[in-house]
């Protein structure tokens, strides 16, 4: 068991450095634009992490981070704005906030499984950001603005603010990855793990199952608010129209796409919630045809690329074999 | 009092259809333990057929069937092409609960691309079977129209049929055996393949009930049955998974308790109330309202 | 020993990755402000905007891009600008703030546009303005499709023009028509909950109307059944007159669930969801318009009488495919004809800054089919500012009241409203301006 975590480690780490190389290269070719959405990879990364942890490991099902990232941005946003925090404060108040929703979201979703707790989480996707039209200070529809603010000078004049933005994420995207690969190599990962095969035999084996549930769904939470605030700082803007269904679906859809039980898939997942609908886009206006063609088409090849993962590659793509254990 | 008389009549009206929905959802769930989010998509590629008819030979009554048999056989395509693999492929692991999920989410965009391909983006107009304007007492008009009553009544009849099927028929064992257990099912010489693609074509008919129902009070568009999707889930979570009667008493719960959130406080609060009423249902009875004592974990 | 092996290579990794996103920022990037003849070759002008063409406001708007292009095709076709060709890069939003954000960040960073045209939707320019900051960039931002005062201010917008007369004004010249016509009567109003709505309420609160009942609704909230709510709180407080100040959407289920509910009121729609075509399009019954008021700053889009109409009309025909001739199309054209004459006041050699300057110094006196004047100057982003009203008759077309248009112009702030007595230029030869 140790030289398969091991050897599981040796591939996390290469593929970092093969990113990180990638990055470089690519940095001496793109402009703006790709570093932009570089940006949002970094958010997704941390958010798509968030749901791994959850869903991967501790085995609950959530249809609704996408209201866990609004908590936190919102959290964040009012933090700056009503008590002038600094930004990397406001990051804290976002994971603060989102956790505690999250905790207690947990413990009163404690005793649902499978639909039950899909069909909760999935109420609260659509229930939450609506709340900003009802009370004034958060905004409204059109939403609040947060505002990181420019990049010192001492990076120099042509450091642009997307560039910002991309290091800003990049950075708290490594860090929080990081820590998730520590908490899952911890007990917790273990006991995760344990209760996600077999309650039971986890529950004989001595973990307290409720307990342990709720803790990957706090942590989870808190990761979930932090890409939350890392999205409002790349649109500088929170409104409820940036955390709709769609979102919730997305993360989850990256999560599987990654393997829901790898933690470095989720850099694959993130990049290809981005990159495929712009590489679809791109084809779409390639072959042409009618507008109705031409607007639905990424639509319409994102989803069957979907299906088709998820038929032939459930469990993500293997980057190394490992037999399928029923644990 | 006529105020609350006329929101709990709204209520009705607007629950009925999410019960319609939820009852699809059940129906699925009950035969092949998905959730299937793709309900929604086949319920519009199945209202857009019924509209084709309608424009064509101006006949409600005629497009009504032919999207229901539509719908049964969009559903019955969907588990033979997608369904039975998925069920072949992921059945363990983590992802075993959410590859279906995925899966049916996936479907549900690749349904609305092809139909905004071939109909666009467009809102249309369905026409009504019957009209829209509340019944008249002498002076008061009150919110209940012929065609409420009409998607009332259909609710109750599409319950009522599908519960003796369930309940009463060698059919209906067959599916909840399927459903519980496919290989003692098979053991016992259920088809449980053919079995199952009868399930889903039975809550394809019943998603496109519901879409040609609530299509004319609104218009179509390919996005128009969304929203419907995720309050027929809440709807059949509060009622429970395992019951059609929890199915259509959930989709009434929900329906009157968004009216009056609606009519006395604000509409921005519909669905924090939803929320708030399926977590408070949940709390006290975690399987939902006609969920059984023991919580199956799916 | 394990658990430090673990360790190291997570700080391989981290290293790894910061190392190189340090590099990554280390290589100079593109300059921030974008170069002034970004968008402009010698053979294309390329524009973009963003507007919803799905979702539930798209109704009507979404007809305004080909509208534009079409216009801009005939342009083209006889010479373009300066031997230029205008293209328009149409992105959908679908009436989302976030969407609008993104999608003027493609605008700016893969479409590279010269300039946006049009853009719609309070809320969406709003958060536009805060989070892409086109003024910023120094990229114009053109007769936006909205009505907002806020975007006049050339301090705080200084590349944003706007051109439809402001909510503001659109609610002071209402009030006053209220008052005068409908004194005495129980006033109803259902609005669009965020700065489109509450703008005119600032309005009407400016001419001294008081509305016995106000129904606020959340954007991208309005339904049929949402609309149950709206017409059950207006029968409860017996409203006899309604002023509807919502998008088209919104106008239309307010309509048909009032007709449903058989409630019976003197309708004043608001410019923006006012279009008749739309209206019925999305299930008003025709005789729920009838007698219904409308205001519009332009002329009826029915009125064949009226020469600019007759001509976009014709350019509707020919160069729109069978889009249906109505006032989002009439304004969009109009929008578009305004947009060439900015491009060719600024010059063969067009900048962002001569295109500004241009518009600043001779924008007041372009052709447009507006009845009312247009108020550009230095430091001043202020377009329209007039509206005339009418009553819809059985066929859906907007008969001013009175038999002729007669405009009154006021301000976004506590200026009298005056009648106007302003002549509009005559359409240009063809349609094509020389300006």
Redesign the interface.
């Known amino acids: 068991m140790?030289k398969n975590i091991?050897r599981r480690?040796?591939v996390?780490?290469t593929f970092?450095?093969f990113?990180?190389?990638a990055?470089?290269i690519a940095?001496?070719i793109v402009?703006?634009?790709r570093?932009?959405q570089g940006a949002t990879v970094a958010v997704y990364v941390v958010a798509i992490s968030s749901i791994i942890l959850l869903?991967?490991?501790s085995?609950q099902?959530s249809?609704g981070h996408g209201a866990l990232m609004a908590v936190g941005a919102y959290a964040a946003v009012l933090s700056r704005n009503y008590w002038n925090f600094p930004i990397p404060l406001t990051f804290a108040v976002a994971v603060l906030a989102a956790a505690l929703f999250g905790a207690l979201l947990g413990m009163?979703?404690g005793?649902?499984?499978?639909?039950?707790l899909?069909?909760?989480t999935?109420?609260?996707a659509?229930?939450?950001p609506?709340?900003a039209?009802?009370f004034k200070i958060l905004g409204?529809?059109?939403?609040l603005?947060y505002d990181v603010g420019f990049p010192p000078l001492s990076?120099?004049?042509?450091?642009?603010?997307y560039?910002w933005f991309?290091?800003i994420a990049?950075?708290a995207a490594?860090?929080i990855t990081?820590v998730i690969?520590?908490i899952l190599?911890s007990r917790y990962g273990r006991q995760w793990r344990a209760l996600?095969s077999n309650?039971t035999a986890a529950a004989l084996l001595g973990v307290h199952v409720a307990r342990s549930k709720v803790l990957a769904f706090t942590i989870s939470s808190g990761i979930a608010g932090l890409a939350g605030a890392l999205m409002s700082m790349t649109?500088?803007?929170v409104?409820p129209?940036?955390f709709?269904?769609s979102l919730s679906?997305a993360i989850?859809?990256g999560a599987?796409l990654a393997g829901?039980?790898l933690l470095t898939g989720s850099i694959v997942g993130a990049v290809v919630l981005v990159a495929i609908p712009e590489v679809t886009a791109a084809l779409a206006t390639h072959l042409g045809g009618s507008?109705?063609?031409t607007?639905?088409?990424p639509?319409?090849m994102?989803?069957?690329l979907?299906?088709l993962s998820?038929?032939?590659f459930?469990?993500g793509p293997q980057l190394h074999r490992r037999k399928?254990r029923?644990s | 009092m006529s105020r609350i008389i006329n929101t709990l009549l709204i209520g009705i009206s607007g629950g009925s259809i999410y019960s319609l929905m939820s009852l699809a959802l059940v129906l699925v769930?009950r035969s092949t333990r998905v959730?299937n989010f793709a309900q929604a998509g086949q319920a519009i590629l199945s209202t857009y057929i019924g509209y084709v008819v309608v424009t064509h030979t101006d006949n409600y009554w005629l497009a009504f069937p032919v999207a229901l048999l539509s719908g049964a056989l969009i559903g019955a395509l969907v588990d033979i092409f997608?369904i039975r693999?998925?069920a072949r492929?992921?059945n363990?692991?983590?992802?075993a609960?959410?590859?279906p999920?995925?899966?049916t989410?996936?479907?549900?965009?690749?349904i609305?691309?092809?139909v905004?391909?071939?109909?666009?983006?467009d809102l249309r107009r369905f026409k009504l079977p019957v009209t829209n304007h509340g019944f008249t007492f002498g002076h008061t008009t009150i919110p209940f129209a012929p065609i409420n009553l009409l998607i009332v009544v259909t609710t109750v009849i599409v319950m009522l049929i599908f519960s003796v099927i369930f309940q009463r028929t060698n059919l209906g064992l067959a599916l909840r055996a399927s459903a519980f257990s496919p290989e003692i099912a098979r053991l016992a010489g259920v088809r449980v393949d053919l079995t199952r693609t009868i399930g889903w074509a039975f809550a394809g008919a019943a998603g496109a009930i519901a879409g040609v129902l609530v299509t004319p009070t609104n218009y179509l568009s390919p996005n128009s049955l969304d929203?419907l999707l995720?309050s027929g889930?809440?709807a059949?979570?509060i009622g429970g998974?395992e019951s059609l009667i929890g199915a259509a008493v959930g989709g009434l719960v929900l329906g009157i308790s968004l009216a009056f959130v609606l009519e006395y406080i604000?509409s921005?609060?519909?669905?924090?109330?939803?929320?708030?009423v399926?977590?408070a249902v949940?709390?006290i009875k975690?399987?939902?309202l006609f969920g059984g004592k023991r919580?199956r974990?799916? | 020993m394990?658990a430090l092996?673990?360790?190291k290579?997570?700080v391989?990794?981290?290293a790894?990755?910061?190392?190189?996103?340090l590099?990554?920022?280390a290589?100079?990037?593109?300059?921030?402000s974008v170069h002034a003849e970004t968008g402009v070759t010698a053979t294309q002008i390329k524009l973009g905007i963003t507007i919803p063409?799905?979702g539930s406001a798209a109704p009507g708007y979404s007809k305004i891009p080909s509208a534009m292009q079409a216009y801009f095709n005939y342009v083209n076709d006889n010479g373009g600008v300066y031997g230029r060709k205008i293209s328009l890069v149409v992105k959908?939003d679908a009436y989302?703030?976030?969407?609008a954000?993104?999608k003027t960040?493609?605008l700016i960073?893969?479409d590279k546009v010269f300039a946006v045209v049009g853009a719609l939707g309070?809320?969406n320019n709003?958060?536009v303005a805060?989070?892409v900051n086109l003024g910023r960039r120094g990229i114009p931002d053109l007769f936006l499709n909205t009505g907002y005062s806020g975007f006049a201010d050339a301090k705080k917008y200084p590349t944003t023009f706007s051109l439809f007369p402001s909510y503001i004004m659109e609610a002071k010249i209402m009030g006053q028509y209220i008052k005068e016509n409908f004194a005495g009567k129980k006033l109803g109003l259902i609005y669009q909950?965020?700065?489109f709505g509450t703008d005119a309420l600032v309005g009407f609160k400016q001419a001294g109307v008081k509305f016995d009942v106000s129904v606020p609704y959340?954007?991208?909230?309005q339904s049929a059944q949402s609309a149950q709510g709206w017409i059950g709180k207006l029968k409860a407080a017996g409203a006899e007159v309604v002023v509807m100040f919502g998008v088209t959407t919104a106008s239309g289920a307010a309509l048909a669930t009032a007709a449903a509910m058989a409630y019976k009121a003197q309708w004043i729609l608001g410019s923006v969801g006012g279009d008749a075509t739309t209206l019925k399009a999305v299930g008003v019954p025709a005789y729920v318009l009838t007698g219904a008021m409308g205001a519009s700053f332009l002329p009826a889009p029915t009125d064949t009488t009226d020469e600019y109409v007759k001509f976009f009309q014709g350019i509707n025909t020919k160069y729109n495919g069978d889009a249906v001739f109505d006032n989002n199309v009439l304004v969009a054209m109009n929008t578009a004809m305004m947009t060439v004459q900015a491009l060719r006041a600024g010059g063969k050699n067009l900048t962002h800054a001569s295109v500004m300057s241009a518009l600043e110094n001779s924008g007041s006196s372009f052709a447009s089919a507006s009845l009312s004047p247009i108020n550009y100057a230095s430091g001043v982003h202020v377009g329209y500012s007039g509206y005339w009203f009418g009553t819809y008759n059985s066929a859906g077309e907007l008969k001013p009241n009175g038999g002729a248009y007669s405009v009154y112009t006021t301000d976004s702030g506590a200026g009298a409203i005056v009648k106007s007595t302003f002549k509009r230029p005559a359409l240009p030869a063809n349609g094509l301006p020389t300006n």
């Open positions: 140790d091991a480690k040796i996390g780490a970092f450095m990113l990180g190389i990055l470089f940095s001496n402009d703006e634009l570093v932009y869903t991967g490991y085995g099902i249809l009163a979703a005793r649902l499984s499978g639909p039950y899909a069909g909760t999935l109420a609260l659509v229930g939450l609506s709340l039209n009802q409204g529809e059109e939403g603005t990076l120099g004049q042509d450091f642009t603010q560039k991309f290091w990049a950075l490594l860090a990081w690969f520590n190599g996600r309650p649109i500088s803007l409104t129209s940036a709709p269904l679906f989850v859809t599987v829901v039980t507008e109705k063609v607007s639905n088409l639509g319409l994102m989803s069957t979907l299906i998820v038929l032939f459930p469990n399928t029923k | 769930w959730v997608l693999i998925l492929r992921a363990s692991g983590p992802v609960a959410i590859a999920v995925i899966a989410l996936g479907l549900l965009g690749l609305r691309a092809i905004g391909m071939i109909w666009g983006g929203l995720v889930f809440v059949a979570v998974l604000s921005s609060l519909a669905f924090p109330v939803a929320f708030v399926l977590m949940l709390l975690p399987a939902g919580v974990s799916a | 394990f092996r673990r360790t290579r997570g391989l990794a981290s790894t990755l910061a190392v190189s996103a590099a990554l920022s290589i100079p990037a593109q300059a921030f063409l799905t959908d989302l703030p976030t969407l954000v993104a960040n493609e960073l893969k309070t809320a709003k958060a805060k989070s909950d965020d700065d959340a954007s991208g909230s």
